[in-house]
């Protein structure tokens, strides 16, 4: 495998994972890496301390999650990277220990590892852990970046404790954390307030000031996000969650980087991290038969894995012409080509809609499958007469 300049720090407590390109002959490519911006949107880089534009323009990246443990068959890990290259994704990131993989460089010792096990679940030990670590990448590899590792939520106290409590908030260059809602969260935790953990407000006003104020003002990954069809769990509805989620985390502010897992569903006969969700989180099934949602993040991918993306809520006007709006949610995205992409949905009512975005010449429907349909009766700024059934998202693409 080629080497690559990420290594991630991560795990129960902690331990290395690395972000991997699949080999060179899956050629998966870049799309949209050269694409010019807009020029229409600002850079929250730009932009001054605490105030976000309403239109703005943020980097974006997209992963794909599978985890191989040591020895399992290289042919049929190939055939998985031909699968995420069919899906669109260009980077993997998978989990293994660092001395399986080179055991002669360096000749380093890394047999203190052993003691994460350990360590599980105590802030001390793994900031312990954290600093040590990162000290001797950076020394041995400088230029390295390294992931923080143990959130499997947006968990402020294990940010506090890492930047505040034990000086860590140089030790590490990415804030990472989990995201299964609807799989592996109450019923009152979903994607919509996924990031604020159903308190209003939570994400921007303390985790996020947390990282500004108090770490090294870190970008932010979601770096493993899922949705399990395991028993009762219908692959549209997992299909559905995709356009959801993509959107929802997308149009953060502070979120760049999108990590998906995983491509497929785990072999019924294989042990599992955890409980029975575990072997239903793929994209395809274990025989790597695509489900429903394998399509639906092919097209999300197409349209907005293109490196940049200006989030242009703000300039997208909502109308209800019918009927009562009980929990709409609703996205703008400019691409760097200047087509723009919509996302819209009620959780819970059935209105109907007028949608009004920037101007454009040709709207198109795109269905869950990927399928397009020309939008009849488009006239170059508004969509009319969008009915909403409750829970289903409509993606709309203007150009």
């Avoid at 669109?88 to 890394?110: A, N, Q």
């Avoid at 953060?252 to 897992?261: A, E, K």
């Avoid at 869950?368 to 009319?384: C, I, N, Q, W």
Wanted: charged share 20%; net charge neutral.
């Amino acid at each position: 495998m080629k080497r690559l300049k990420w290594l991630v720090v991560a795990g129960i407590v902690f331990s290395f994972t690395a972000c991997h390109r699949p080999p060179d002959d899956t050629n998966l490519g870049c799309p949209g890496c050269n694409a010019a911006k807009t020029g229409t949107a600002t850079s929250l880089s730009a932009a001054r301390p605490g105030h976000t534009p309403a239109v703005y323009l943020k980097p974006v990246s997209f992963g794909v999650l599978q985890d191989y443990p040591k020895g399992e068959n290289l042919g049929e890990v190939l055939k998985d990277f031909r699968v995420m290259k069919e899906l669109g994704v260009t980077t993997w990131r998978g989990s293994f220990s660092w001395i399986d993989y080179e055991p002669e460089r360096g000749d380093f010792d890394f047999a203190w590892l052993r003691s994460f096990v350990e360590l599980a679940g105590r802030a001390a030990g793994y900031n312990e852990l954290l600093g040590t670590a990162s000290a001797l990448v950076k020394d041995n590899a400088p230029g390295t970046r390294v992931l923080m590792g143990g959130m499997v939520y947006p968990d402020e106290r294990w940010v506090e404790a890492a930047c505040i409590t034990y000086g860590n908030a140089g030790s590490f260059d990415v804030l990472p954390f989990h995201a299964y809602p609807e799989t592996w969260t109450p019923p009152e935790i979903t994607v919509e307030n996924y990031l604020d953990q159903g308190r209003p407000g939570f994400f921007h006003r303390q985790l996020v000031a947390l990282v500004e104020e108090k770490c090294a003002q870190q970008p932010l990954w979601i770096n493993e996000m899922g949705f399990a069809t395991s028993p009762g769990k219908t692959e549209l509805e997992q299909a559905n969650w995709w356009a959801r989620v993509m959107s929802t985390f997308l149009s953060d502010p502070r979120v760049q980087h999108l990590g998906i897992y995983q491509v497929r569903d785990r072999e019924p006969s294989a042990k599992v991290t955890g409980v029975n969700e575990n072997y239903y989180l793929g994209l395809a099934r274990h025989d790597r038969s695509q489900k429903l949602a394998f399509k639906t993040v092919k097209l999300l991918l197409g349209l907005l894995n293109v490196a940049e993306l200006a989030v242009a809520d703000a300039q997208l006007a909502v109308e209800v012409t019918r009927g009562k709006a009980g929990e709409l949610h609703h996205h703008l995205f400019v691409r760097p080509d200047g087509r723009q992409v919509l996302f819209v949905w009620d959780k819970k009512g059935s209105p109907t809609l007028r949608l009004r975005a920037r101007q454009a010449t040709n709207a198109v429907e795109y269905a869950l499958d990927g399928t397009p349909a020309p939008v009849k009766g488009f006239d170059g700024r508004s969509l009319a007469g969008v009915r909403l059934a409750p829970g289903m998202v409509r993606i709309f693409e203007l150009e």
